[in-house]
């Protein structure tokens, strides 16, 4: 009876910790979905009007249930060529319950080509999410998806994303076909590494919180004109990685530059000769960095 | 106890009511802990105890019962070799012990940070024994136990009550014996594999090798560390010569050389398959969907795991 006794100890124990991490939930659990987005369109675009939108405007291709919720692939679909007189301007993508609800604000323009974004994002609780294309008239139209997965935000790198992570900055950057072709859309891929840490996850040792620190902007132009502009945040999963287009129309150089919150910027280049091909400037793909803290305090 | 989470300090949604419902919970258990009903053994050799946990998810009706545990029993004390799923699977791998010898328990070994693997801990904290583990094993439970015990919660409910995080309180780098009396344990920290943090149990006596999850037997393999590396753990492995060795998950009767083969086959098929669809830009959505689907019936849970491990897969390989 002496072992039972141990475990009435232990197990009250148990309970009265429990007592005592007795945390008071946030005000938007309370929410029902509807009145979620309702708060969320309502501060961001106020009484504007929304439409639905058609699949031939924009699509929201989203997992039902995720497999890892720190690593969701989310690709927005876009149905409308850019051309100079009708294009689409910005699109937000809104995971509705994380705890910053903008995971981010993209601009396009006509040299864009088009307007598709694909990424990997955090998703902390089953949720409605959005994505809302205004249009260079100004219209607005959403489309939503739900999807099924949690954790995404408080939850570490997998161990074997781990080892990528120790590279910070380090960049690749590429055409997915071999060569570009001129006055067409063509799709890049844009990879960071980068921890992109959401200052959510706690070290239960130490049980202090694993400080913010994430992409927030990354600029992309082609021989200086704005292709694809973007506000981003830790909602974006670890080693950020984007799909987008581009149009070139002669040879040139296709610039990213990304900025984190500890102000460094991390640059690659890839450079388009007159046949098409692609090489990147900065040899092997490492980035250059041009304004590093860290390394300026040495 | 300081560093004991429970299942419920972590849940965002807690309540005074949910506290409350955990002391009710904690004087059931007392209850419970007193008739926790032992567990099925297989005696693999001389001393040897293992415990075969059910090929499938946690939930209410197997507790977390999920996982290959038990015990390797000495001259002097006892060796419990991983601890189940939940609270209530250590104290019926406790009592289990206590029907086997009357031995104390001097050591917890913790084969990895993986909670079917780990969340039975606490019912050992009474028996005071050294709680054993590699020496990443403290940083990636730390880094995950909230979300650990906020998943179990959801996936057995009730059955959860009193589970806890408890770390490890000896870890060990590259190699270390401990002694059992008359029995030497040789523990061996692997680098990154199946986690970053797998250890495995040689007894040189029965010459018998506890693999844990670097070997999977029927359960689809979950890659939840570093693949390339896993693939070089297993080329290592075959060049051993145990006579009996302990799966993670899976029955203790299959040939276990063939097994491990097996197991490098479907890793060898996600890395190639994978490789691939990155060179040919094929998005990780896709890659998801379409990586390993030739292994399917080869393996059980495979939709529950297959997905995720391309994920894993990809986001490590697409930085080759």
């Known amino acids: ?137 100004g219209s607005l139209y959403v489309a939503k998806r739900y999807v099924k997965a949690s954790g995404g935000c408080s939850a570490p790198a997998g161990t074997a994303r ?67 502009t973007a506000d981003v945040n830790f909602s974006i999963s670890e080693n950020p990685n984007f799909r987008f287009y581009f149009t070139p129309h002669a040879n040139g150089a296709l610039k990213a530059e990304v900025f984190d919150t500890k102000g460094k910027q991390f640059n690659d280049e890839l450079v388009i000769a007159a046949d098409g091909s692609a090489s990147s400037a900065a040899s092997g793909n490492a980035a250059a960095i041009r304004n590093d803290p860290d390394a300026a305090a040495k | 106890m300081k560093n004991v989470m429970t299942a419920g300090s972590v849940c965002h949604v807690a309540t005074r009511g949910l506290a409350a419902a955990a002391i009710w919970g904690s004087m059931w258990l007392c209850a419970y802990a007193a008739a926790a009903a032992p567990l099925t053994v297989t005696q693999v050799a001389p001393g040897i105890f293992v415990h075969v946990g059910a090929i499938a998810l946690a939930s209410p009706a197997n507790r977390g019962d999920i996982a290959n545990i038990g015990f390797i029993v000495g001259s002097r004390c006892v060796a419990v070799i991983d601890t189940g799923g939940s609270f209530a699977v250590g104290a019926a791998l406790r009592a289990t012990v206590r029907k086997h010898t009357k031995l104390p ?16 801990n606490a019912a050992f904290v009474p028996d005071h024994p050294q709680f054993v583990a590699a020496a990443n094993e403290p940083r990636a439970l730390a880094a995950r136990s ?20 408890v770390p490890p309180t000896l870890t060990v780098d590259g190699k270390r014996s401990i002694d059992l009396g008359n029995r030497t344990l040789l523990l061996r920290a692997w680098p990154p594999a199946h986690t970053d943090n797998d250890l495995t149990v040689y007894d040189g006596k029965t010459a018998t090798l506890w693999l844990s999850d670097l070997l999977f037997i ?15 753990v297993i080329a290592e492995l075959q060049k051993l ?48 969907h379409e990586v390993g689907q030739d292994q399917r019936r080869k393996w059980a849970l495979f939709d529950d795991f297959n997905a995720r491990n391309v994920i894993t897969a990809y986001s490590e390989l697409e930085w080759e």
Not at chain 1, 31 to 42: E, G, K, P, S, Y
Not at chain 1, 82 to 109: C, E, M
Not at chain 1, 205 to 220: D, F, G, M, R, S
Not at chain 2, 218 to 232: C, F, K, T
């Open chain 1, 162 to 228: 781990a080892v990528a992570l120790s590279h910070l900055g380090k960049m690749k950057f590429r055409l997915l076909e071999p060569r570009a072709t001129f006055n067409q859309p063509n799709q890049v891929l844009l990879m960071v590494s980068h921890p992109n840490d959401s200052g959510l996850a706690v070290n239960q040792l130490t049980h202090y919180a694993i400080p913010p620190y994430y992409v927030h902007k990354i600029a992309v132009t082609y021989s200086g004109k704005p292709i694809l």
């Open chain 2, 241 to 288: 010569h145990p006579r009996h060795v302990v799966p993670g998950h899976g029955p203790l009767d299959v040939p276990w050389r063939d097994a491990l083969a097996r197991e490098a086959a479907y890793l060898t098929a996600i890395r190639d398959q994978t490789r691939r669809a990155i060179r040919n830009g094929v998005t990780l959505r896709q890659a998801a």
């Open chain 2, 105 to 120: 328990v001097c050591y917890v070994i913790n084969t990895h940070m993986h909670p079917d693997h780990v969340f039975g």
């Open chain 1, 1 to 137: 009876m002496k072992t039972g006794f141990r475990y009435c100890l232990l197990a009250t124990m148990v309970g009265i910790m429990l007592a005592a991490a007795n945390v008071a939930s946030a005000a938007t659990d309370q929410l029902t979905d509807a009145a979620l987005w309702a708060r969320i369109r309502h501060n961001l675009f106020s009484d504007r009007e929304m439409q639905a939108a058609p699949e031939h405007i924009i699509a929201l291709d989203a997992p039902q249930r995720a497999q890892d919720a720190a690593l969701v692939p989310l690709a927005i679909h876009v149905g409308i060529a850019q051309k100079p007189d009708h294009y689409i301007k910005t699109i937000w993508l809104i995971i509705d319950r994380n705890p910053s609800p903008v995971a981010g604000i993209f601009h396009f323009t006509p040299a864009s080509g088009r307007a598709d974004i694909d990424t990997r994002v955090r998703i902390d609780a089953y949720t409605n999410i959005h994505a809302i294309a205004e249009l260079s008239d």
């Open chain 2, 146 to 165: 909230a979300y650990y015990l906020r998943t179990l919660r959801r996936e057995i409910g009730a059955a959860a009550a009193g589970t806890a995080v």
């Open chain 2, 218 to 232: 029927r359960h689809i393999p979950v890659i939840d560390g570093n693949l390339s590396g896993w693939l070089a």
